[in-house]
C-alpha cells in the first residue's frame, strides 16, 4: 500500500503484536530502550511492575523489540484481533443517529434534568429545543420504554399522604422525657450542606444514646424551586411514615435564584420573591409544626463570596423572622459561629487552639469538623429544648 | 465540563467534525485542540486555562533550555540547572495549590507542641482540576529531555500536549514520548478504531453511572458518614462497595477518555487492568492506575536508587514512593496512611517472597484454592486501605473499622440485593477475559455506522434511564 501520509493506519500497518513492529510511537520506543540501557536494568530492577503470571495484558511479551525492559509502560496502543477502521463520516453517522434515538427514547427523563436548571434564559433555550424531540416521541410512542423500565422499578408516582393524616397520628408530647427506652425521634432534613451537617448532627446525636436520627438531604435542592423537588410534600410524608418528635432544617444554599410563582419568573431578591420565599418558609414551618411537634431552623453560616453571602443572608433573616411567628420553631443562627474573631468568612476557625479547616474549596460547604462544628451547636439547642444535660445524659428532671 | 453530559456529547460532535476536517492542515489542526481544551478545562473556571498555558510557556522553556545546554561542550551543568528550575517550578506550583495549607496546619501543631506557636498564613487556594495529572506530564517531559531520551518537540505540538481534553481531567498519564509522535502526521480518517471506542465509552459510562454513583448514593456515602448508624454486616457490604465504586469510577473516566481519544485518531495508554484479580500487592500495582504506578517507579522509586541498593534500601525505597504516592493523592494524613500500608504491604511481600526463595520453597499459589485466597487477601487489604484513603481523618477510618465488631446485633436495611448484586459485578467484570471483550470490539467494528447507532441508542438510552438523575462529578477530578 503506498504511504499516503497517515500515521494510524493508510500507509502503516497497525500494531498486531509482531516483534518487528510494536506499535508504539517510534519516540516512546526508543525512549525506553535508551533509559533501559543507561541505567544498567537488570531482570529484578522492575520486578515491580513487570506483567506477572495472569496479567492480561494487551500487549503480549514477544511484541516488545529485544532490549526492551519488560512492562515498563503500559501499552500505549493494542488490538486483538485485527479489523478494519470505520471511515470518520461513517462514525459521525453513527453518533448523530445512536444520539437522536436515544434523545427520542429518553425525551422526557432529559426534559426532567432541564426543568431542574436554574430559571433562565438557558433554561428556555434548553426547553424550546427539546420540544419538537418530545413531541415527536410521544407521537411515535419512543417514550413508552422508559415509562416500562421506570414502572418496573417502582419510580412512578408513589402515593403521597395528607396534611390531616398527620394531625390523625399520636400527637408527639413536649417536653417529654427523653430516655434510652424512648429516645428523641430526630428528623434531619435539607440540601447538600445538610449532608455534611446532617451526618455530623446524626452522629453526634447518636452517641448520646438519647435520640434516633434519620438523615434526608437531597442535593440542589431547595424551597425556590417545587418543581425540581417538593419538599413541602416529602415533609408530610415523612412526618406520616416517621413520626419524628422534632426535625432540624437546613435549606437556602440552591435558593438564591428566581422563583417561579403564577406564570412569572420573580428575580431573586426582590420584594415579590422575599414575600413569596417567605410564605414557603412559613408554609414548611407550619407542616413542620404539626401536632405540636418542635422544629429547629438552622440559618446558613457566612459564605466566601461578597454576592452568594448576601443572598444567604437576608435568607437567613427571613427564617429568624417566620421562627418569631411560628411557636415551636427555634431559629439556631451558625453565621457568626463560623465566621472568625473579626466576623469575616475563614477556611479555618480555632478548634481547641488549633487552626482547623471548616470549609470546602467552594467557599459554601462545610468539611466534616465544620459539619461537627455546626452539629455540635445545633444538638445543644436540642437538649436545652428537651431538658437533657449537655454531656448527652437525661437530666435529673428528665429521667421518669 | 465532565463526559456523561449532553454538554459534552454536544461539544464532542462539533471538535469531533472539526477535528476530521482540519486534520490534513495539521497546523490549523493543533490550533483547534488547543482551543477546543481550554473551552473544556475554562468550564469549570476560566481562570484554570491561565494556568495551562503559563505551564505550557514555562515547561517548553525549561525543555528547550536543557536540550540547548545539553547540546554543548561542558553544558550538563547548565542542563542540570534548569532541570532543577523545572522541577521545582512544577512541585513549587502543585504545592501551592495542594499542600501549602496542609504543611502549614502541620508545622503549626508541631510547634504549638513545643511551645512555639508560630500561625502561618493559610491560604485555601481554589485547586486547578486534576492539576496533579497536569504536574506528572510536564515533569515527565523536562525530566526525559533531560535523560536524552525525548527532544524537545515543537511549541504548539508541547501545547497540544499540555492541554489535550480527553486526558486533562483525570489521565491517563500519557508521556510526552508517546503522545507527540502522534502529532508528527495526519491521524487517518479512514481508520477510526470505532469498535474499540464505542466500547470503551459505553462501558465506563455504565462503570461509572450505572455502579458507582448507585453504590456512593445507596450505601458508601452513608456509611462513610454516619458510621454508628451502620451495622456490621452493613459497613462490611460499604468497604466492599467503596473498592468497587472507586474502580467502576476511576477506571470509567479512564476508559472514555481512552475512547474519545480513540474518535480523534490517538491511542492512550491503558490504565486499568482488573485490579481485584490481582494476587499480590504487587501485582494490583501493576493493574491499578498503571500510568501513575509506572511513573511513580521511573521518577521516584529508580532514582531512589529502586532495588540496586541493598535489600533495605530496597524496602525503605518502596515505602518511600508509596508515602509520596499517597501524598499525591491528597494534603491529608489518610492518604500518607494509605500509602504507607501499600508502601509496607509491598515490601513486607518482597520480604516474605525472597525468605520463601532463599529456603528453596516456591511461590504460593500453586492449587486453584490458595490461588482463590490470594485474591481475597490482596481484596480484604487493599479494601481496608482504601477506609483510609476515603476517610476524613485517620481516627474516622478506624472508627469506621471498628463498627465491623461494635455493630454486631441487628443486620439493618441498607444492604440491599440491587446494593450486593452491583458489588459483584463490579468484581466479576473484571473476571470477563480480554479477548471476549476483543470480540465484542470486533463486532461492534464490523456490524457498520447502523449497527452502531442502534448499540449506541439503546445502551445510552438504558444507562441514563437506569442511572439516577444528574451527572456525579468523577471522584479523582480532585487529585
Given amino acids: ?400 | 465540563m465532565i463526559f456523561p453530559t449532553i454538554t459534552f456529547a454536544v461539544f464532542f460532535l462539533v471538535v469531533y467534525v472539526a477535528n476530521w476536517l482540519l486534520m490534513p492542515r495539521l497546523r490549523l489542526w493543533k490550533w483547534l485542540i488547543i482551543g477546543a481544551s481550554y473551552v473544556f478545562y475554562g468550564w469549570w473556571d476560566w481562570w484554570f486555562v491561565l494556568v495551562l498555558v503559563v505551564a505550557t510557556l514555562l515547561n517548553q522553556l525549561v525543555g528547550t533550555q536543557i536540550a540547548r545546554a545539553r547540546g554543548r561542550r561542558g553544558g550538563a551543568g547548565v542542563a542540570r540547572n534548569w532541570l532543577i528550575v523545572g522541577v521545582v517550578v512544577n512541585l513549587g506550583a502543585l504545592g501551592c495549590f495542594k499542600y501549602f495549607d496542609f504543611f502549614a496546619v502541620s508545622l503549626d501543631d508541631v510547634l504549638s507542641s513545643l511551645g512555639l506557636g508560630a500561625p502561618l498564613p493559610l491560604l485555601q487556594i481554589v485547586l486547578p482540576v486534576g492539576i496533579s495529572f497536569l504536574v506528572f506530564r510536564m515533569l515527565s517531559y523536562v525530566i526525559d529531555i533531560y535523560r536524552g531520551e525525548l527532544d524537545p518537540a515543537p511549541a504548539l505540538d508541547f501545547a497540544v500536549y499540555t492541554a489535550f481534553f480527553p486526558y486533562l481531567l483525570a489521565g491517563p498519564i500519557a508521556r510526552a514520548g508517546e503522545f507527540l509522535p502522534q502529532l508528527t502526521m495526519p491521524r487517518d480518517p479512514h481508520r477510526v478504531d470505532a469498535g474499540r471506542a464505542f466500547t470503551l465509552i459505553l462501558g465506563g459510562l455504565a462503570k461509572k453511572i450505572l455502579i458507582a454513583d448507585y453504590l456512593a448514593t445507596n450505601l458508601v456515602n452513608g456509611v462513610f458518614a454516619s458510621p454508628q448508624s451502620y451495622s456490621s454486616w452493613e459497613t462490611l457490604w460499604g468497604i466492599c462497595a467503596y473498592s468497587v465504586q472507586i474502580y467502576c469510577d476511576f477506571s470509567a473516566y479512564s476508559d472514555i477518555a481512552i475512547g474519545v481519544s480513540l474518535l480523534l485518531g490517538f491511542e492512550l495508554p491503558e490504565n486499568f487492568n482488573a485490579p481485584y484479580t490481582a494476587r499480590s500487592i504487587q501485582d494490583f500495582w501493576r493493574r491499578w492506575h498503571i500510568t501513575l504506578s509506572s511513573w511513580l517507579r521511573d521518577y521516584l522509586y529508580i532514582p531512589l536508587g529502586g532495588n540496586r541498593k541493598g535489600r533495605g534500601r530496597t524496602y525503605v525505597n518502596l515505602i518511600l514512593t508509596f508515602l509520596l504516592g499517597g501524598l499525591w493523592h491528597g494534603a491529608g494524613w489518610p492518604f500518607v496512611f494509605w500509602g504507607g500500608m501499600h508502601g509496607v504491604g509491598l515490601a513486607l511481600e518482597r520480604a516474605r517472597s525472597e525468605a520463601r526463595r532463599a529456603r528453596g520453597l516456591p511461590e504460593p499459589g500453586a492449587t486453584a484454592g490458595a490461588r482463590v485466597l490470594q485474591r481475597l487477601a490482596v481484596f480484604a487489604f487493599v479494601s481496608v486501605a482504601w477506609v483510609f484513603f476515603r476517610s476524613d481523618s485517620i481516627g474516622a477510618a478506624f472508627s469506621l473499622l471498628w463498627r465491623l465488631v461494635a455493630g454486631l446485633g441487628s443486620i439493618g436495611s441498607a444492604v440491599t440485593w440491587p446494593v450486593v448484586g452491583l458489588v459483584v459485578l463490579g468484581i466479576a467484570i473484571q473476571y470477563i477475559p480480554r479477548r471476549f471483550m476483543e470480540r465484542l470490539e470486533a463486532v461492534l467494528a464490523g456490524i457498520g455506522w447502523a449497527g452502531q447507532a442502534a448499540v449506541l441508542a439503546i445502551a445510552l438510552f438504558l444507562i441514563d434511564t437506569l442511572g439516577a438523575q444528574g451527572a456525579a462529578e468523577f471522584l479523582y477530578f480532585k487529585f
Fill in chain 1, 1 to 400: 500500500m503506498p504511504d499516503d501520509g497517515y500515521e494510524n493506519g493508510g500507509g502503516r500497518r497497525p500494531f498486531d503484536g509482531r516483534p518487528e513492529d510494536t506499535g508504539h510511537p517510534p519516540g516512546l520506543r526508543d525512549a525506553t530502550r535508551r533509559f533501559a540501557a543507561a541505567d544498567g536494568v537488570d531482570d529484578e530492577w522492575d520486578e515491580w511492575l513487570e506483567p506477572g503470571e495472569g496479567a492480561q495484558s494487551r500487549a503480549p511479551r514477544a511484541a516488545r523489540g529485544p532490549g526492551e525492559s519488560g512492562g515498563s509502560r503500559p501499552p500505549v496502543q493494542g488490538k486483538g484481533p485485527r479489523r478494519r477502521g470505520a471511515s470518520a463520516g461513517a462514525v459521525l453517522a453513527a453518533m448523530l443517529i445512536g444520539f437522536f434515538v436515544a434523545g427520542l427514547l429518553d425525551a422526557k427523563g432529559i426534559e426532567t434534568d432541564v426543568k431542574a436548571k436554574p430559571l433562565g434564559t438557558w433554561r428556555s433555550i434548553e426547553l424550546a429545543l427539546l420540544k419538537p424531540m418530545t413531541t415527536l416521541s410521544g407521537v411515535l410512542r419512543l417514550d413508552r420504554p422508559a415509562e416500562a423500565l421506570n414502572a418496573m422499578l417502582g419510580r412512578g408516582e408513589s402515593p403521597h399522604h395528607s396534611l390531616a393524616e398527620v394531625k390523625n397520628k399520636a400527637k408527639p408530647k413536649w417536653p417529654r422525657a427523653i430516655t434510652r427506652a424512648h429516645p428523641l425521634r430526630l428528623y434531619i432534613v435539607g440540601d447538600s450542606m445538610a449532608q455534611v451537617f446532617g451526618s455530623s448532627l446524626e452522629n453526634l446525636a447518636e452517641d448520646t444514646h438519647l435520640v434516633k436520627a434519620k438523615l434526608e438531604y437531597k442535593i440542589s435542592s431547595g424551597l425556590s424551586r417545587p418543581d425540581y423537588f417538593d419538599w413541602p410534600q416529602r415533609l408530610i410524608d415523612q412526618l406520616v411514615e416517621y413520626a419524628p418528635d422534632a426535625t432540624a432544617v437546613l435549606f437556602g444554599a440552591n435558593d438564591g435564584q428566581n422563583i417561579s410563582y403564577k406564570g412569572k419568573a420573580l428575580e431573586v431578591g426582590s420584594k415579590a420573591w422575599q414575600e413569596v420565599y417567605q410564605k414557603r418558609v412559613g408554609r414548611a414551618m407550619r407542616i413542620l409544626t404539626r401536632g405540636g411537634r418542635r422544629v429547629y431552623w438552622v440559618g446558613n453560616p457566612i459564605m466566601r463570596d461578597a454576592g452568594y453571602r448576601d443572598r444567604i443572608a437576608m435568607m437567613d433573616h427571613i427564617y429568624e423572622a417566620e421562627a418569631a411567628k411560628h411557636p415551636g420553631v427555634t431559629y439556631v443562627n451558625t453565621w457568626h459561629l463560623m465566621a472568625n474573631e473579626k466576623g469575616s468568612y475563614a477556611e479555618y476557625l480555632s478548634a481547641g487552639g488549633d487552626p482547623v479547616l471548616m470549609r470546602a474549596p467552594d467557599g459554601i460547604h462545610l468539611t466534616r469538623a465544620g459539619g461537627d462544628r455546626m452539629a455540635q451547636n445545633v444538638l445543644d439547642v436540642i437538649e436545652k429544648d428537651w431538658g437533657t444535660a449537655a454531656t448527652g445524659s437525661p437530666s435529673p428532671a428528665a429521667v421518669p
